[in-house]
């Protein structure tokens, strides 16, 4: 077992890793569940996936590097308003100042609707940038229960500002086939019976990516721990395997882990959420260059 001191809120860090002016990654927690319309809980997440990580490795296998010694700030969590808009904004505002700080952000959320507010700040330092959304769900209504800002509208709200590619759905309401991209759109079941297309996901990318997922992008029977679990879905290094041919090709230029709907009687998929930041971290931090 690892014996780091722990000092820091995500992966026991050692204290001279987690310092905010030496780290070059921030992990922000976004404690908010306001629109969800199932299983209440996933602003609980964050804090779950934080403990979680303390238990983690810091070396990584894969690509023989240990992102950690890159920097790794857990920030403050945002406080947030009640209303989704202005949960939006709050979260861009915070994430505008890592940005300008030159961090590398990682959103923990939380609902799904964080993710909006973080693409706006990206949208404002990086000019040519799409969203792969890794998702169960499409979430392209136009709004839902009243509100524009809903979880299951996110990638509406997303759309008005970058394209974005979908991976990995497996539900969706009729009303939502009139904004469905065809192109750039790839169900679960298309990827689950064999089928490569990694390629044909890389070319509806641009160059710069952000990356948002929904834990529900992953099979329930390895993601329980979610607001509104799909059968069907992903398994790990399917979804790892993807990650590393678009970490490889693209620049990811931020990314977000959402709706962890923590389980007190299981904390596997807690820990499965705070691994997937890390593997991911390892891989595009190794790209950069060794640590």
Not at 9 to 30: D, V
Not at 132 to 140: I, Y
């Amino acid at each position: 077992m690892k014996t780091n001191t722990y000092s820091g809120s995500y992966g026991c860090i050692p204290e001279k890793f987690c310092r905010y002016e030496k780290a070059s990654i921030a992990i922000l927690p976004i404690p908010y569940d306001g629109t969800s319309t199932w299983i209440k809980g996933s602003d609980r997440g964050p804090q779950a996936l934080l403990d979680a990580s303390a238990n983690m490795e810091l070396y990584d296998i894969e690509t023989d590097s240990e992102v950690f010694k890159r920097g790794i700030v857990t920030i403050d969590p945002v406080s947030c308003p009640d209303d989704p808009k202005a949960m939006v904004d709050v979260v861009c505002d915070r994430a505008r100042s890592l940005l300008n700080d030159g961090k590398f952000i990682v959103g923990i959320g939380g609902e799904h609707t964080i993710s909006v507010g973080l693409v706006r700040a990206i949208a404002e330092k990086v000019r040519d940038f799409s969203v792969l959304q890794l998702d169960a769900h499409s979430d392209t209504r136009t709004e839902y229960a009243g509100s524009t800002y809903n979880h299951a509208c996110v990638m509406s709200r997303i759309g008005e500002i970058c394209p974005y590619v979908q991976v990995g759905i497996r539900s969706m309401d009729s009303s939502e086939l009139e904004r469905l991209n065809s192109d750039r759109t790839f169900f679960a079941h298309e990827i689950l019976n064999g089928s490569d297309l990694t390629q044909k996901i890389l070319n509806e990318l641009t160059h710069n990516v952000y990356i948002t997922i929904d834990l529900d992008v992953f099979d329930p029977s390895i993601m329980p721990s979610t607001g509104t679990p799909e059968p069907g879905g992903l398994d790990w290094y399917t979804l790892i395997k993807l990650m590393r041919s678009v970490i490889m090709e693209k620049e990811v230029v931020g990314m977000d882990i959402t709706e962890l709907l923590p389980n007190p009687t299981n904390r596997a998929p807690d820990f499965m959420a705070a691994k997937l930041v890390y593997r991911i971290l390892s891989m595009i931090f190794s790209k950069r260059g060794k640590n």
